[in-house]
Nanobody, 123 residues
Framework: VQLQASGGGLVQAGEELKLTCVAS?????????MGWFRRAPGKQREFVAA????????YYDDPVKDRFTISRDNAKNTAYLQMRSVKPEDTAVYYC????????????????WGQGTQVTVSS
């Protein structure tokens, strides 16, 4: 599975941004849990959001749970992260990930990773 994350950029605090993760290769991701993680400068990679293969379950880290929405379109082999009311502390490289199973919150649970997309929020 190859994952390509995109949609990052420079935005002002309070604005919206939508990240996209497209899976390619001879794989149908409809049986994979998908997740978004981020790494801020000087920090370790941390969990942001996850969604189960059938979109029946979603999970969010507390700082983003009322502002971000994870979704997926299995027909397009794509997952999304809608970011609203962004804050400067959301500045990070955002990574999408996939794992054969249910949605998960830990880096070690994931088997496949995209290359990351930079999100910078100015105050």
């Amino acid at each position: 599975v190859q994952l390509q994350a995109s949609g990052g950029g420079l935005v002002q605090a309070g604005e919206e941004l939508k990240l996209t993760c497209v899976a390619s290769g001879r794989t149908d991701i409809s049986s994979y849990g998908m997740g978004w993680f981020r790494r801020a400068p000087g920090k370790q990679r941390e969990f942001v959001a996850a969604i189960s293969w059938g979109s029946t379950s979603t999970y969010y880290d507390d700082p983003v749970k009322d502002r971000f929405t994870i979704s997926r379109d299995n027909a397009k082999n794509t997952a999304y992260l809608q970011m609203r009311s962004v804050k400067p502390e959301d500045t990070a490289v955002y990574y999408c990930a996939a794992q054969k199973g249910l949605a998960a919150k830990y880096v070690d649970d994931y088997d496949y990773w995209g290359q990351g997309t930079q999100v910078t929020v100015s105050s």
